[in-house]
C-alpha cells in the first residue's frame, strides 16, 4: 500500500488509511531519515485514536505514554538514541510490546531484532513539493 501525504491537511485522513491496512496489528514500525515526518505522522494517528496531551518526539526520554479518552495506552518509542541491543531490553521491551496496546516506533532499525512478526513495517519518504510518501510492505 501506498499513501501520499500532499500537506497537513491530509494527515487525518493518512492516519485513518494507517489503521484500516493495519487491521488487528498494534504495532507500527516507522522507517525513514531524519525529517522524514515520522514523529509527525505518528502525532495524527494518536489523536485519531483519541489521545490527549501529545507533546514531542520521545527521543529523550525514549518512551512517551498518551493516554486515550477511554484510558488506553498508546506508547511512542524512539530507538534514535539506543546504541545496542542490551539498551532495548533494558527499557523494557517486552512489556511494551506485548501489552495489547497500541505501539509507534521511531528509528526500528536499531530494534529489529525483538520486533513482533505482525508488525506493521512503514517507510517514509520525502517526494517532491514536501509530499510524504508512506509504502508498506
Known amino acids: 500500500m501506498?499513501?501520499?501525504?500532499?500537506?497537513?491537511?491530509?494527515?487525518?485522513?493518512?492516519?485513518?488509511?494507517?489503521?484500516e491496512r493495519a487491521g488487528e496489528s498494534r504495532i507500527?514500525?516507522?522507517?525513514?531519515?531524519l525529517g522524514a515526518g515520522k514523529t509527525t505522522i505518528i502525532?495524527?494517528?494518536?489523536?485519531l485514536?483519541?489521545?490527549?496531551?501529545?507533546?514531542?518526539?520521545?527521543?529523550?526520554?525514549?518512551?512517551?505514554?498518551?493516554r486515550t479518552l477511554t484510558g488506553e495506552s498508546l506508547y511512542h518509542i524512539d530507538f534514535y538514541r539506543?546504541?545496542?541491543i542490551s539498551e532495548v531490553f533494558d527499557i523494557g521491551i517486552e512489556e511494551y510490546l506485548y501489552s495489547g496496546s497500541y505501539c509507534f516506533l521511531?528509528?526500528?532499525?536499531?530494534?529489529?531484532?525483538?520486533?513482533p512478526e505482525e508488525t506493521i513495517r512503514l517507510r517514509i519518504s520525502v517526494g517532491k513539493n514536501e509530499e510524504?510518501?508512506?509504502e508498506t510492505s
Open 106 to 115: 521511531e528509528w526500528p532499525e536499531l530494534a529489529e531484532e525483538v520486533l
Open 43 to 47: 502525532k495524527a494517528v494518536c489523536e
Open 28 to 33: 507500527f514500525a516507522f522507517y525513514g531519515s
Open 82 to 84: 539506543i546504541k545496542n
Open 132 to 134: 510524504r510518501i508512506i
Open 49 to 66: 485514536l483519541g489521545a490527549s496531551g501529545i507533546a514531542s518526539s520521545p527521543s529523550f526520554t525514549l518512551v512517551n505514554e498518551y
Open 2 to 19: 501506498k499513501i501520499l501525504i500532499k500537506n497537513k491537511r491530509y494527515l487525518p485522513s493518512a492516519a485513518r488509511k494507517l489503521l
